[in-house]
């Protein structure tokens, strides 16, 4: 299912005090799938643009806010419809003025006539689609009354109820929307021009599922079910720059309604008319009508042109934080390696006869389960990776150590855990500065292993770990190999993983093929075992924490026991598969079992504890790619203010 938005596609000009500010895209319905798309809806817009300079604003605008824009059809001489809104400092604040008329040069760059061509869109419209319209010219009309799909309506003017009648009026809108939504002066028009006594009148004759009335100031309307529902304004927002605001407000409301499974529900409205409230507060906020979801575009004057007519884009590089923390992963690592935390593991007796607990989060977890492994092996004691919950529902008695995972060292549930334990038992493997640390949970100095140094101070930006995942088991393995080998070139071995995996995605990603298997929405299933376990448990909570794709973990034998079944009812046969250098009896028959969907195979050079590694670094390369791939930061995904509720959660766990 998708929102479609239709109508000719709309470039706005923002001035302050005569001078230009930047621009973006506009119109009503556009502004409507821009907001929903950066609410996590798959959206689409079909439209028409000119072969200019404002044209190629009025795409890029709703294309960087990953709106589906393969349907917008680019005109040759035709000029991008163009508006522009000024806006004045006076006594009572800033002023404004909106106009089809540039300011500088009074040239009009809008044609009356919508250019769309219905029965080219009506082709490509899918039967789930719900459109999204904000007029009812000829064309929007043709296209509202021939198709059944879902409709939706938001008009902010009546001036082109003026040259219709009544009935003409009537017959445009009465049973046609599921969705409503008019602001004030509009319903106000209408009650007059049609001799009716209130809200509820237009809502009885029109016959929507549902009605929306926008009231500045006042809150809002809401009309179903022959009831009314009014909402006060609880807190005035500051406000920068309205225009926009009625069109995020529709399309919090278009969110609830799709993520309520298309039901309206009255105990709900007062929920869904706060959302709305929130996102019209971000929107007023900020300058332009998408100038919350994404800065105005700056343009540059060419000489000889007005900038209405002609100007040179000035993009700012994104920069990518995945980029970013990928570029550095190879000197952090080695400064890891090099740092106090690996001498201050000795002062850690390990044993064959002690228990140990091994505690990390997100993508702290694979570097917890990777210390396990490494001190279950060179001492055969008891280790146990776990996620923070999972301790408190354990006896512990017989636990003689805990290992805490956290980047920076003062994770909430991560200390909450284990405040059963002494604090001499509490041992945290982190890059936080050790004062924070010391006063923020109480764990001893002496007891707190962090690698940051002089030369390693810098800090990883973003929601994904990549330093954090993989430089707490780099500090292990060097610890490993102290006791076992201390030969062992550590620092060479991650140049060459890191530079073999380099080379090798940039292959594997240059195939088409891979497009079978990694794309936006996707679900992979991803075997885990063998030594293949931290690179697995680390790739999950990237992939997921991007909000790109989905994944399924399997135990490669456990998958025998009736997990295919999912695997060929479901037809879910998209695989990512880790596996060692030696390849067991049992996984050459799965891997022919697995031939017949797509597979990613994975197979490091090594087997054991350096295969455990080396897969690890390739996991942060493979998200990575990915990201390259689908030109996404998967280091930046945007959430949900519900979201950070849980996310900054502290408290009992």
């Known amino acids: 299912m998708r929102v479609v938005s239709i109508g000719d596609l709309v470039t706005d000009y923002y001035y302050k005090n005569g001078e230009l500010l930047g621009v973006s895209g506009g119109m009503t319905s556009h502004n409507i799938i821009a907001n929903l798309s950066k609410l996590g809806i798959k959206t689409a817009a079909f439209g028409v643009c000119g072969n200019d300079d404002a044209g190629m604003i009025s795409i890029k605008s709703l294309e960087d806010l990953k709106v589906d824009v393969s349907n917008v059809k680019v005109l040759d001489n035709v000029s991008t419809r163009c508006f522009h809104v000024s806006y004045f400092d006076d006594k009572n604040g800033l002023s404004f003025t909106s106009k089809k008329r540039c300011p500088f040069c009074n040239n009009k760059k809008w044609y009356d006539e919508s250019l769309i061509d219905c029965g080219e869109i009506a082709k490509k419209i899918q039967t789930d689609d719900i459109l999204i319209f904000d007029n009812l010219n000829l064309k929007n009309q043709k296209i509202i009354d021939s198709l059944p799909n879902k409709k939706i309506i938001d008009i902010g003017q009546y001036f082109e109820f003026e040259n219709l009648t009544n009935l003409e009026i009537i017959e445009k809108l009465k049973s046609k929307f599921v969705i409503i939504n008019f602001n004030e002066r509009v319903s106000n028009y209408l009650i007059k021009r049609l001799n009716l006594q209130c809200d509820l009148d237009i809502f009885k004759l029109l016959q929507p599922e549902f009605m929306t009335i926008t009231r500045g100031d006042n809150g809002a309307r809401f009309i179903y079910n022959d009831n009314i529902f009014d909402f006060t304004v609880q807190k005035k927002a500051v406000v920068v720059d309205s225009t926009g605001a009625g069109d995020a407000f529709i399309s919090s409301i ?60 000035v993009f700012r590089k994104q920069i990518k934080r995945c980029n970013i923390n990928i570029n550095n992963l190879k000197s952090r690592l ?22 140990y607990l091994f505690i ?18 060179l001492y055969g004691s008891n280790t146990y990776a776990f996620y923070p919950r999972d301790v408190i529902y354990r006896n512990n008695k017989r636990i003689n150590k805990v290992i805490l995972f956290s980047y920076s060292g003062t994770t909430d549930d991560i200390i909450n855990s284990v405040s059963t334990f002494a604090n001499e038992d509490k041992y945290i493997i982190t890059k936080g500065e050790t004062k924070k640390i010391v006063l923020k949970t109480g764990i001893k100095k002496d007891n707190i292993l962090s690698y940051r140094s002089s030369s390693n101070k810098g800090k990883e930006r973003g929601f994904l770990s990549f330093e954090g995942a993989v430089a707490p088991a780099a500090i292990f393995l060097k610890y490993y190999y102290n006791q076992i080998d201390p030969q062992f070139d550590l620092e060479l071995f991650i140049d060459e993983s890191i530079e073999y995996w380099n080379k090798y995605y940039d292959g594997i990603f240059s195939n088409t093929d891979i497009k079978d298997i990694i794309f936006k929405g996707n679900v992979i299933n991803i075997f885990k075992g063998d030594f293949c376990n931290s690179a697995c ?41 880790f596996k060692q250098k030696t390849t067991s009896k049992y996984e050459e028959k799965l891997l022919e079992y697995l031939k017949t969907g797509k597979n990613l195979i994975l197979e490091s050079k090594y087997d054991g504890l350096l295969c455990e590694f080396d897969l690890l670094i390739a996991s942060q390369l493979l998200i990575y790619f990915i990201g390259k791939f689908l030109n996404v930061d998967v280091s930046k995904p945007e959430y949900s203010e519900d979201s950070m509720k849980i996310y900054f959660y502290k408290g009992e766990l």
């Open 360 to 377: 990390g989060t997100g993508g702290s977890f694979a570097g917890a389960y990777f210390a396990s492994t490494v001190i279950n092996n």
């Open 334 to 355: 080695k400064n890891a390696i090099n740092s106090n935390a690996v001498l201050k593991l000795n002062n850690i007796n390990f044993n064959e006869l002690d228990s």
């Open 537 to 577: 448990y680390d790739l999950e909570s990237k992939i997921i924490e991007s909000g790109i794709l989905n994944c399924i973990i399997h135990e490669k034998k456990n998958f025998s026991h009736g997990r295919f079944i999912n695997y060929e009812n479901l037809n879910n046969k998209n695989t990512i598969y």
């Open 254 to 313: 278009i969110k609830d309604w799709i993520n309520n499974n298309l039901k309206f529900e009255t105990s709900k409205f007062n929920k869904w008319y706060q959302n709305s409230n929130k996102l019209t507060f971000k929107v007023v906020n900020k300058m332009g009508a998408r100038g919350h979801l994404r800065s105005l575009y700056k343009i540059k004057k060419i000489d000889d042109y007005c900038t209405c007519e002609k100007f040179t884009p």
